[in-house]
């Protein structure tokens, strides 16, 4: 009974960071049509971010500062933001009318880049803050101690409950952004029909950016939330979390926001107790084979809507 | 017509409804066509008159009702097949095969009825070969009866907008039809494209024997070239019948002019509450 | 006599790239070799690859997953046949025999996976098609990495060394005679349709589906026979060759030579490869250089470098020339009536 609710907590801290991750695909899906490729390395970028100001400012385990870490989390948020929107208006906004095939190829491109880019031999810097930072893992100083607590048999610690609490208020923030702001309002507006958005006065082009920046601005949370857990960071680390927050953001219905946040419970649920009831050495084709079930059998997702084709 | 008048109508839709969730774009449509006969659907936009063909050649499945191609039921089967039962389509937006030439888009038509499998092909084996020639030799024919014969290498894209359209009913002709369904076909064309094109559908359902079915919304075109008319208003038959009779009636009046126009020129509608 | 045309016309090309082959191979140093026979495998890479996403317009980015199941099949039958002797022949062509029945055995493995894949999958639109075969990929490896039978993370070692160039060049003559046999006939101008306008080729008659699926299993199939000649030359298979990484750079390499152009496939494989074995040390830059190369090419020239064009395009007398049998030429555009 405690493995259970082991799981649960398990399940439920990835989910969450499979949700944060998730609702980026999402949104620039919804407003794009575009499934962004290379989200997952963007979140990578967070990691490192994290790791080069958390250096840069002197934050550790052994100085825990509160005030640090927040600027270490803004300052990797505004980062990722950043190159969010420099991709997009670099290799996605002059392809805007082209076929999705080709953005997708382009997606893939800036993956690649992304991904090789930070294993090249360092141009700049030595030790810990040199760029790129090569294939071999760089340690990241987590923010705090780690404590843990036995709850009757299951083990929670003071990082599965601020990762849950941060993942939700940010979750809750992006539901805020999303339906009831101005920019919220635009952006749905936008994923319904961009050329008519456009007619009514919305700037298309800032929308687009401006998701770009909110979707890498959570990868960038949830990448802080795991590498405080996990301090070993690479430059392929996005890779699999990227697939897999895509795939739950199939699940829920690519381009519904409520729906990447139930996808990503939904996945990390699932990948916890088939990898600890079951097979566990498969755990990462958990989330292909839920992928391929649910385009199979639900294509809209759980919470997505169905587009009909007009001949 | 020569000889006996064949059985089963070539179509026969009866009661079709084709429902979005709370929306009935079509609604207990009925409609038989034996074979030679020229029938044209007329109804302002959104009425349902492209919904009515993508019922019956398969893209949209039925929500209700029954069509049957030659005496046989295809609800549900795929577009691909109810073509092979003889029905063919151009569509309101043209959909040539845009980077392929005029003489592939017609031979691609005439797939669906050759011989030769895989291997053959990969061994390039005479039987193979001679399909080839034959499909060839069918495509270059119905280039030829739509005029285009001179354009054979030309790719779709490039074709003037006329010669698309005609290069789409060609294409049309190729699968081997006995229902052929027009999606506005002079859409787009002048006046005296126009008549041009009324002349071509007249001798081609006159050549090849086809039942004719046609979407337009120029009056003259559709009047001149029907035999019927039937007439749709958001999914409804709200007539049909012969031309003069149809442009007659007032229900049809109302439904394009409005009824404003009716009170003006005092014109009564059967059952109507004033 | 009809026969003999037959064979004429199927048996000549692949001889003639045979001897060419074997000509070549005794001419060429072992280092000179080993690249060609790298570039050749990435030709039936990328020609095969060229028929799902050049003539059928999908979007297939798992290719390496196929080539992996086709590479595992032959190995594992030559070594199951490895002391075997045939017929009583000298070990030297019995050898070849079993070679030639193990690259068929993995092309049939390989065509099965791919009918797998590709049944349920075909129904989906191109983003979501891509990302499920990118899906299939992975599972595969991730299958075979842990399974011991297949050697498990480690792989499979000693395989004895098998492929030559010889092989090598009439297995990627093969992989282009039938690309272009089958884009030259009717069903090949049905997945051109299909790439089209899908809805408008159903219309026509064209049973999309099936016609999907089919390029995708003579795709995968020939994805299998690259991989059987692969391992065959490595003399292991490692899980770690069949990656998403593997099926990227075939993509790179057939969107390079444009998406529908065999002779771009082709080139494209035969520059990338022979590039990079050239300037082994920027092999770190690789992935790099093929992800700007990736990139800029999407935002210059998505075409490629042939577009859907072959070579012959090149030259319109040639081209003129190679036309099947036909009436009388026409008058050209300019002379419409």
Redo the contacts between chains.
């Keep these: 009974m405690t493995e259970f609710f082991q799981h649960l907590v398990s399940g439920l801290s990835v989910g969450t960071i499979y949700a944060l991750i998730a609702l980026g695909y999402t949104m620039v899906y919804g407003v794009l049509k575009l499934i962004n490729f290379a989200h997952g390395d963007i979140y990578m970028v967070g990691a490192f971010s994290g790791m080069y100001l958390s250096n840069a400012i002197g934050l550790s385990e052994e100085h825990p500062s509160f005030l640090k870490t927040v600027a270490v989390f803004v300052g990797a948020m505004v980062l990722c933001a950043g190159l969010g929107m420099l991709i997009e208006r670099l290799a996605y906004r002059p392809l805007r009318h082209r076929p999705r095939l080709t953005a997708l190829i382009t997606a893939i491109g800036v993956s690649f880049l992304l991904e090789y880019g930070f294993q090249l031999p360092p141009l700049i810097g030595t030790g810990n803050a040199r760029f790129p930072p090569g294939p071999t893992p760089a340690f990241f100083p987590p923010p705090f101690k780690y404590v843990g607590w036995d709850l009757a048999g299951v083990t929670v610690s003071n990082y599965d409950v601020i990762s849950l609490l941060v993942a939700f208020g940010f979750m809750l923030g992006l539901q805020w952004v999303v339906y009831r702001t101005k920019f919220g309002t635009a952006m749905r507006a936008v994923s319904f029909d961009s050329q008519v958005a456009g007619l009514m006065g919305i700037n298309v082009n800032r929308v687009i950016a401006g998701t770009f920046a909110l979707g890498s601005a959570l990868a960038a949370v949830a990448a802080l939330l795991i590498a405080s857990s996990r301090p070993s960071i690479n430059p392929l680390m996005g890779l699999m979390p990227g697939i897999k927050a895509f795939v739950a953001a199939v699940v829920g219905g690519i381009g519904s926001v409520p729906g990447a946040m139930v996808g990503g419970l939904v996945l990390g649920l699932a990948e916890e107790y088939v990898a600890g009831y079951a097979v566990s050495e498969y755990r990462d084709a958990i989330a292909f084979a839920v992928l391929i079930l649910v385009l199979l059998v639900r294509p809209a997702g759980l919470l997505g809507k169905t587009r009909m084709e007009k001949v | 017509m020569t000889g006996p008048a064949p059985s089963a109508p070539v179509l026969e839709a009866s009661k079709v409804t084709v429902q ?1 969730g709370g929306l009935k774009a079509l609604a207990d449509f009925d409609l038989r066509l034996q074979a030679g006969e020229l029938v044209g659907m007329i109804g302002p936009n959104g009425a349902g008159k ?1 919904t009515a063909f ?1 019922a019956i ?1 398969g ?1 949209y499945a039925p929500t209700a009702g029954e069509v049957r191609v030659a005496g046989e039921r295809v609800n549900g089967q ?3 097949q109810i ?2 039962r003889g029905v ?2 151009t ?1 309101q937006n043209i ?6 030439s005029a003489l ?1 888009n017609v ?6 009825g ?1 011989a ?1 499998g ?1 291997l053959a ?6 039987s ?1 070969l001679a ?3 034959r ?2 030799q069918r495509a ?1 024919g119905f280039l030829e009866v739509m005029g285009l ?4 290498n ?1 790719l779709a894209r490039n074709l003037p907008y006329g010669e698309q359209r005609r290069l789409e009913i060609a ?2 002709l190729a ?1 081997g039809p006995k229902l052929l369904c027009l999606d506005e076909p002079a859409a787009g064309m002048n006046a005296s494209e126009k008549v041009a094109l009324m002349e071509l559908i007249r001798k081609i359902r006159d050549d090849f024997r086809l039942a004719i079915l046609v979407i337009e919304h120029d009056m003259r075109v559709v009047m001149g070239v029907s035999e019927r008319l039937v007439v749709l208003d958001h999914g409804v038959t709200i007539a049909s019948g012969l031309p003069d009779a149809v442009r007659r009636d007032p229900r049809v009046i109302e439904a394009y002019l409005g009824d404003a126009y009716l009170a003006e020129h005092q014109i009564a509608v059967p059952g109507a509450v004033s | 006599m009809k026969l003999f045309g037959l064979a004429a016309r199927s048996a000549a090309p692949l001889v003639l790239a045979g001897v060419a082959a074997w000509l070549l191979q005794a001419q060429l140093g072992q280092a000179w070799g080993v690249i060609l026979m790298y570039a050749g495998i990435n030709v039936v890479l990328a020609v095969s690859l060229n028929v799902v996403n050049g003539f059928t317009g999908q979007f297939s980015i798992g290719h390496a997953g196929f080539m992996a199941v086709g590479a595992y099949t032959a190995a594992k039958i030559t070594f199951a046949l490895q002391e075997a002797q045939l017929f009583h022949l000298p070990l030297g062509a019995s050898q070849q025999i079993i070679f030639l029945l193990a690259l068929a055995a993995g092309m049939g493995m390989a065509a099965l996976a791919g009918l797998a894949a590709g049944m349920p999958s075909l129904r989906l639109r191109g983003d979501y098609l891509a990302i499920v075969t990118l899906g299939f990929n992975e599972i595969i490896r991730v299958v075979i990495e842990n399974t011991p039978f297949l050697g498990g993370a480690t792989g499979l070692s000693g395989l004895p060394r098998r492929t030559t160039l010889v092989w090598v060049g009439l297995g990627a003559v093969a992989t282009i005679l039938m690309a272009r046999r089958l884009v030259g006939s009717t069903h090949g101008r049905a997945l051109l349709a299909i790439r089209e306008d899908e809805v408008a080729a159903e219309a026509m008659g064209v049973d999309t589906t099936s016609y999907k699926v089919r390029a995708f299993v003579i795709s995968s199939a020939f994805a299998g026979l690259a991989g059987g000649l692969l391992v065959h030359m490595l003399q292991l298979c490692n899980p770690a060759d069949f990656s998403f990484i593997k099926s990227f750079e075939v993509v790179t390499m057939v969107v390079l030579g444009g998406l529908g152009s065999v002779t771009g496939s082709v080139l494209a494989a035969l520059l990338l490869t022979i590039s990079l074995q050239v300037f082994t040390e920027f092999q770190q830059y690789r992935m790099v250089v093929y992800a700007l190369l990736l990139i800029v090419l999407m935002l210059t020239r998505p075409s490629g470098l042939f577009g859907s064009r072959e070579l012959w395009d090149l030259f319109p007398a040639w081209r003129a020339r190679r036309k099947e049998p036909q009436p009388p030429s026409s008058p050209t555009s300019e002379e419409v009536p």
Excluded: G, K
């Design positions: 979005f492209t993508n050649t893209v795929r577009p691909f073509c092979q063919a389509r569509f959909r040539l095969f845009r980077e392929l592939d031979r691609v038509a005439c797939h669906h050759h030769a895989f092909a990969f061994l390039r084996s005479a193979f399909d080839e020639a499909i060839t270059e014969v001179h354009r054979r030309e294409r049309a699968t």
